[in-house]
């Protein structure tokens, strides 16, 4: 596995990859260094003088270092590695195919408080001699026209620490050993699916997504809205939730079918009896008791809705339904 790390000048970078390396046991690959060997930029590299050299660099021969080195890191496959600086501001498209290979990081830091590490890391750079230029390259690799955020960022770590130990008792919290970070479990896959399926909602009040699974195949998928032929509730089509009613009032009023109910229709009992539902939102009472006559065993849920009824309804079933709440 790839770990990478993003992050501007002094952000923090070498620290975070030497902690994995001492805690992990990552191997680190330095692209400042392989850059620098490439270019025979002599031993006196710095963040700055590299940095300057990337503005300068023609992108197509840049982004072939990166390339060349990530093939040779992906050729022993036994490995552990953690790269960085990982690129922002070039085209990501070479890495795309193999992204589900590489976790990427990403540390902030305020620009004062990496100009003044810099400024101690670096005190007779031929880079950023000043605050002024130091912000200009830092802009220009941030915000080329070529920058590119196709990979999703796993973490970002928000580096505004004075001391390395405060930085490292920070990255203590995170769990590094967490396998999803590659490949989620199927509760996070089907969740995550859920959160797709919420996105379709047309619901004035909030998005719900419903996912219905039996023996790891998707049954059928639902969320929240106006029921079909009438007009879309974002378009004024259920009264109550235009209303902006308090959340739990006046359900009986709503004309909105609940992403739960939905997937259940859809699906029917045949094919959701001994499955599982996974919703982004913990059901209200109505759909707790649909769920439980449509025979499914097992309700696992990301957020959680206030309706204590409905808690208590489900509670009372004892192992007869399973109830699990995940965080993603």
Same mark, same amino acid.
């Given at each position: ?71 040779d890191i992906k050729s022993n496959y036994t490995e552990g590695y953690v790269v960085y600086p ?112 919420? /996105?379709? *909602?047309? $619901?004035?009040?909030? %998005?719900?997504?419903? #996912?219905?699974?039996?023996?790891? +195949? @998707? &049954? ?59 919703? /982004?939102? *913990?059901? $209200?009472?109505?759909? %707790?008791?649909?769920? #439980?006559?449509?025979?499914?065993? +097992? @309700? &696992? ?28």
């Amino acid at each position: 596995m790839i770990l990478a790390i993003q992050g501007g000048p002094c952000s923090g970078k070498a620290v975070f990859a030497h902690y994995l390396s001492e805690k992990f046991g990552y191997k680190v690959v330095n692209m400042y260094h392989e850059y620098a060997r490439v270019r025979q930029l002599g031993e006196e590299v710095n963040e700055g003088v590299v940095m300057k050299f990337h503005l300068e660099e023609d992108m197509a021969s840049l982004c072939k270092i990166y390339e060349n080195k990530l093939l040779d890191i992906k050729s022993n496959y036994t490995e552990g590695y953690v790269v960085y600086p990982f690129p922002s501001h070039m085209d990501m498209q070479m890495f795309i195919s193999d992204k589900h290979q590489i976790v990427l990081f990403q540390i902030e830091a305020p620009t004062s408080k990496r100009f003044a590490r810099y400024k101690i890391k670096y005190p007779s750079s031929k880079g950023a001699r000043d605050l002024e230029s130091f912000v200009e390259i830092d802009d220009a690799l941030s915000f080329t026209k070529t920058t590119d955020r196709s990979l999703r960022v796993v973490k970002t770590f928000v580096n505004n620490e004075d001391s390395i130990d405060a930085f490292r008792a920070q990255l203590d919290k995170f769990d590094f050993m967490n396998k999803e970070m590659v490949r989620p479990k199927w509760d996070t896959y089907f969740l995550r699916l859920a959160e797709v399926v919420a /996105t379709r *909602s047309n $619901c004035m009040k909030r %998005a719900v997504g419903a #996912v219905i699974v039996n023996d790891f +195949r @998707i &049954v059928s998928t639902g969320y929240n809205g106006t029921p079909f032929g009438c007009a879309n509730c974002n378009e004024g089509g259920c009264e109550r939730c235009n209303e902006n009613a308090a959340s739990g009032q006046k359900l009986d009023e709503c004309l909105c079918i609940h992403a739960e109910e939905n997937a259940v229709i859809e699906a029917g009992r045949a094919k959701a009896n001994g499955g599982t539902i996974y919703v /982004t939102l *913990s059901p $209200c009472l109505t759909c %707790a008791k649909t769920i #439980v006559q449509a025979g499914i065993k +097992r @309700i &696992v849920f990301n957020r959680k809705y206030t309706m204590k009824i409905a808690e208590t309804f489900l509670q009372g079933l004892g192992d007869k339904i399973q109830v699990d709440w995940i965080q993603l």
